[in-house]
């Protein structure tokens, strides 16, 4: 989504991190965004206040389901997240299971730290309560980033699987590469890349 702040050329670009429906629900967008000097992003952290008015627009083709997706029909999803790139995936998962479709979902997330796996309370309290939906975590200065091996198991299965990634730029073409070369169609692979 763009954001919109008055007094601020540039304009922020953001992923929610809540299920759509919380929004139409109850008026509230859920948004994580980390401190950085980048005009948008400071003046969250040093200036917003309550009752302050922004605009904001919603677009793109980075969602879930996406149109070329049968929802209806059982199918698996992975969600591939590194770092802050789990805003969009956990928006997903939590649209997948509140919406109650026949889908099995995988996350896989990594981050550089324990501290920096933002979100982690709220995903173990997601596996509690819906039995379709897993997770993995990877901390990445103490282990390997997210790679071919992670994937392998979601790669020949019974039903559709689409694959989702978000994430630091090197991550997510060399997943997006791995999961091509090992035959996943671009049409079952869809990813946000940062610029």
Known sequence: MDLYIPQIDEVGGYSMCSEPSKFDKDGVLDLAIKYSTWAPA????TKASVNDELQFRFGGDYHYPHNTINAKEPHRLVLIAGGVGINPLISMALHASDIGLPVETHLLYSAKTEEELIFKNELDALTQRDSGFHVQYRVTNSE???GVNDLEGFLSTDKPTYF???GPAAMVKDVNASLLQ???TKEKIFYE???
Request: hydrophobic letters at 50%; one cysteine or more; proline letters at 0%.
């Open 193 to 195: 890349l940062w610029t």
């Open 182 to 184: 090992r035959g996943v």
């Open 144 to 146: 390997a980033r997210i």
């Open 164 to 166: 989702y990634i978000c």
């Open 42 to 45: 400071h003046w969250i952290h």
